[in-house]
């Protein structure tokens, strides 16, 4: 039994809205992931076979590594189709806002959104949401923003309008903001979410590999790389740091998406607890966040990094050089744990011992 979480009256109000109106726009936050995907595709697969005129607009491209998700080949990309985007906005009649918490995570199109009048409805699982929208369906407590389309749609009675291709959506976004149902996803209700979800009978096992165990060469040998040259680890911290520059990410003939899991391969090593990988951008240092147990990686970025997330998966932006983001994440162990000496752990594999061989 899955049981209703979303307040009734807040149903009521979206059904209103929702039978009101023709044409509805959903988007989603900047380099939109699994979840962000997932959930605004599932949501436009549903809306139109309920005969809206929906579509998504992202604020910039999907990563190459998600154009598996059923409908990612139609979503109107801000970054590239400005006009178009514009034109889709200036006609809703409604807005759905999927898997951010604010205004900052939709970018530029922002410009485009705030001084739209029609109304915004969030469906999101982020702390502490702006006061910028109309129908709030905020829990930070769900695994992902996929399981709350399936809520929404669940409560609303639409899911005989769930089809293999909105279904096949939303496993994705339940699979990836989980690990690969390995953290946030600790509710017998969430396995009930995924059979409901299944029973559309779309190809599992291809997905999951799609969306877990595919990488590039060049994304492969990058983290490698990244796990054998420049992990870092601060044992007394219970931390690790991998840092990756401009030139490096060159090197590995970097693409979007590419770096994607590597934040969580130091959580495997006993005794660390929490990942931080500090990636430079064009304009940028990009930092991830992961952390196990009660340890709040969301604290750390929206203390020091300037953004925020989940308490153990967070992220955020820093400007300034490299040097300075590592300067800041000492400052963080500094502060975080006083007293303990920063001697970071760089295991590097030992020279071959010829003489060895001869035993
Ligand atoms: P990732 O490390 O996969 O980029 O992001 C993990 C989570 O951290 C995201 O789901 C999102 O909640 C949060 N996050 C990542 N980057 C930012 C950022 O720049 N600002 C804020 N507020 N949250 C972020
Ligand atoms: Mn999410």
């Known amino acids: 039994m899955i049981n209703p979480i979303i307040d009734q009256t807040t149903i009521e109000r979206l059904r209103a809205l929702i039978n009101s109106v023709q044409r509805i726009a959903i988007t989603c936050h900047k380099s939109p992931d699994g979840d962000a995907l997932g959930s605004s595709l599932a949501l436009c697969h549903v809306l ?38 514009r034109h889709v906005l200036a006609e809703a009649q409604l807005l759905f806002c999927l898997d951010f918490n604010s205004m900052q995570r939709v970018d530029r199109l922002g410009e485009l959104i ?14 502490d949401p702006d006061d910028v929208f109309d129908v709030v369906i905020s ?34 976004g339940l699979l990836t903001d989980t690990g690969g149902f390995a953290y946030s996803c600790d509710s017998p209700e969430f396995y009930e979410i995924v059979a409901s979800v299944m029973r559309r009978r779309f190809d599992r096992a291809d997905l999951y590999n799609k969306a ?33 520059s401009k030139e490096e990410l060159t090197r590995f003939n970097y693409s979007r998406g590419d770096t994607e899991s590597l934040v969580n391969k130091p959580l495997a090593i006993p005794g660390i607890y929490w990942s931080v990988f500090l990636r430079e951008d064009a304009d940028k240092i990009k930092v991830s966040c992961r952390s196990q147990g009660d340890f709040s990686v969301s604290d750390i970025c929206s ?9 153990n998966a967070a992220g955020g932006d820093f400007i300034g050089t490299l040097d300075e983001a590592v300067a800041r994440f000492h400052q963080v162990l500094a502060d975080l744990f006083p007293g303990v000496a920063i001697h970071p752990v760089e295991q590097q594999p030992q020279p071959i011992n010829d003489n060895e061989n001869e035993m």
């Open 48 to 85: 139109r076979r309920l005969g809206k005129d929906a579509v998504v607009v992202t604020p910039d491209m999907a990563p190459k590594a998600l154009e598996f998700i059923p409908g990612v080949r139609e979503l109107v990309v801000y970054t590239r189709q400005e006009l178009r985007a």
């Open 139 to 172: 829990h930070p407590e769900a695994s992902s923003t996929c399981e709350l389309v399936f809520r929404v749609l669940m409560q609303l009675g639409l899911l005989r309008f769930m089809d293999r291709h909105a279904a096949s959506c939303l496993y994705v």
């Open 212 to 244: 877990m165990n595919t990488f590039s060469a060049g994304s492969l040998r990058l983290q490698g790389y990244a796990i054998s040259e420049k992990m870092q680890l601060f044992p007394d911290h219970g931390a690790s740091l991998i840092v990756l």
């Open 303 to 311: 203390r020091y990094f300037n953004g925020g997330g989940h308490e």
């Open 114 to 127: 705030e001084p739209l009048k029609v109304k915004r409805v969030l469906i999101d699982h982020h702390l």
